[in-house]
T-cell receptor, first 116, second 115 residues
Framework: AQKVTQAQTEISVVEKEDVTLDCVYETRDTTYYLFWYKQPPSGELVFLIRRNSFDEQNEISGRYSWNFQKSTSSFNFTITASQVVDSAVYFCALSGGETGANNLFFGTGTRLTVIP | DAGVIQSPRHEVTEMGQEVTLRCKPISGHDYLFWYRQTMMRGLELLIYFNNNVPIDDSGMPEDRFSAKMPNASFSTLKIQPSEPRDSAVYFC?????????????FGPGTRLTVT
């Protein structure tokens, strides 16, 4: 069975602070994909990143960075120098294996509030 | 370019009524997904299509729910009869399967309230 755990329900930070959102996953598949999506107050979900299970290289995109560690089954997301516009709910998701690469299992999300 | 289009954005209906939600995927995308989001259950995949063919409908809650994709540019999710527990935000998403696995683009959602 596939499972995604986002233990942090809500996080508040002051603008310009760094913040890390945790994601721990469970899967029996050897080939799988991990994702992060952002849901701003407007409600739509926005794709941020996809990683496959064979690529553990960390990735940086502007103020965003992702740390993928298979040894701990984690795919954490760090926002550097947070801004008010980063306030949103962030979802980690997993897909792969028998259920298919397109069948996303979402975590429960972490609500990030950046205080000006 | 236009993103995924959903209509209506808000729907309020009475228990027992039929509800039809509509979705237009991004042109050229060959996968279409229907999700439901509630506070209790989070984001759940209901059904997805590939090239207009339903691939996995295991997430459809019960027979009251049905989805169709008559062509590459249109899909519907129908609830008949609707019940208060169907109240949720329903999202449609699309993706281009080859090489972009899981990179789904979501519509703005339809907020359904069943009274």
């Amino acid at each position: 069975a596939q499972k995604v755990t986002q233990a942090q329900t809500e996080i508040s930070v002051v603008e310009k602070e760094d913040v890390t959102l945790d994601c721990v996953y469970e899967t029996r598949d050897t080939t799988y994909y991990l994702f992060w999506y952002k849901q701003p107050p407007s409600g739509e979900l926005v794709f941020l990143i996809r990683r496959n299970s064979f690529d553990e290289q960390n990735e940086i995109s502007g103020r965003y960075s992702w740390n993928f560690q298979k040894s701990t089954s984690s795919f954490n997301f760090t926002i550097t120098a947070s801004q008010v516009v980063d306030s949103a709910v962030y979802f980690c998701a997993l897909s792969g294996g028998e259920t298919g690469a397109n069948n996303l299992f979402f975590g429960t999300g972490t609500r990030l509030t950046v205080i000006p | 370019d236009a993103g995924v289009i959903q209509s209506p954005r808000h729907e309020v209906t009475e228990m027992g009524q039929e509800v039809t939600l509509r979705c237009k995927p991004i042109s050229g995308h060959d996968y279409l997904f229907w999700y439901r989001q509630t506070m209790m259950r989070g984001l759940e995949l209901l059904i997805y299509f590939n090239n207009n063919v339903p691939i996995d409908d295991s997430g459809m809650p019960e027979d009251r729910f049905s989805a169709k994709m008559p062509n590459a540019s249109f899909s519907t999710l129908k609830i008949q009869p609707s019940e208060p527990r169907d109240s949720a935000v329903y999202f449609c998403a699309s993706s281009k399967g080859t090489g972009l696995v899981g990179e789904q683009y979501f519509g703005p959602g339809t907020r359904l309230t069943v009274t």
